[in-house]
């Protein structure tokens, strides 16, 4: 386009020519926001995608979870049931034993407290895997709260931002309008340059707006992709 332009470009010391400044500036100028559409739609989609992996990725976990807790919960009361039965049947054996109880007793007394003794320890275990599903469902829920909080908190943020850029906006339409207006004479250089600047300060709060939005996205990508992560572990 500068070559076709008549734009000396290979030497980086030559100046372009004055009178085809502006119309470079356009063109970079739409060269740029060309660019930053598409940067910008990818930097959405990303985000947009990893929100969909996490919200699929909790529901999964909590089904799961709460499978898990109907199934061991039932197992568990069955393998207290059997534990409590082995301890009542070693209180009425015990009851029974005298000096002139018969060595079947013993026997059979002996054998309700091994099966007590092992009730007990499958019933810890039980226990145990009760705590571990429960708490795996508690940090999904710890988890899908804290990306629910980092999505409000950037949603938060990009309303103000575009509610800012909005008004720079509003304020560059207005100093173009000025500069388009103001007079020509050489008189009035000074009010032309001092317009000049001014649009050049918008352009760099309009610039510093549009970082903070894709540092926003990105910094939230970021922290979803860590949670979803930490959740297919």
């Known amino acids: 386009y500068l070559h076709r332009k008549g734009i000396e470009v290979r030497k980086h010391h030559k100046l372009v020519p004055e009178e085809k400044v502006d119309e470079l500036h356009s063109q ?60 009542k049947a ?40 009760l705590f571990w599903h429960t708490t795996e469902l508690r940090q999904g829920w710890r988890r899908h709260a804290y990306v629910a909080e980092i999505s409000r908190t950037t949603k938060k943020h990009l309303e103000w931002l575009q509610y800012e850029a909005q008004q720079v906006d509003d304020l ?32 760099k709060h309009r610039i510093s707006f549009d970082m903070d939005q894709d540092y926003l996205m990105i910094q939230e990508t970021f922290e979803l992709q860590n949670a979803l992560e930490y959740a297919e572990r």
């Open 172 to 203: 560059m339409g207005f100093v173009k309008r000025r500069i388009s207006s103001a007079p020509r004479e050489s008189e009035h250089k000074y009010y032309r340059e001092w317009l000049a600047d001014q649009k050049a300060r918008i352009t």
């Open 28 to 87: 970079i100028d739409h060269w740029f926001q060309t660019r930053r559409v598409y940067e910008r739609t990818l930097y959405i989609t990303n985000l947009l995608d990893i929100r969909k992996k996490n919200g699929e990725s909790f529901r999964h976990e909590t089904r799961y979870c709460e499978n898990e807790l109907d199934t061991r919960d039932g197992l568990h009361k069955e393998i207290t049931s059997q534990h409590d039965s082995c301890a």
């Open 90 to 129: 070693c209180k009425e054996l015990t009851s029974q034993q005298s000096s002139e109880s018969p060595p079947e007793l013993a026997l059979a007394l002996n054998r309700e407290k091994i099966r007590s003794t092992h009730w007990a320890y499958i019933m810890d275990i039980s226990k145990q895997e």
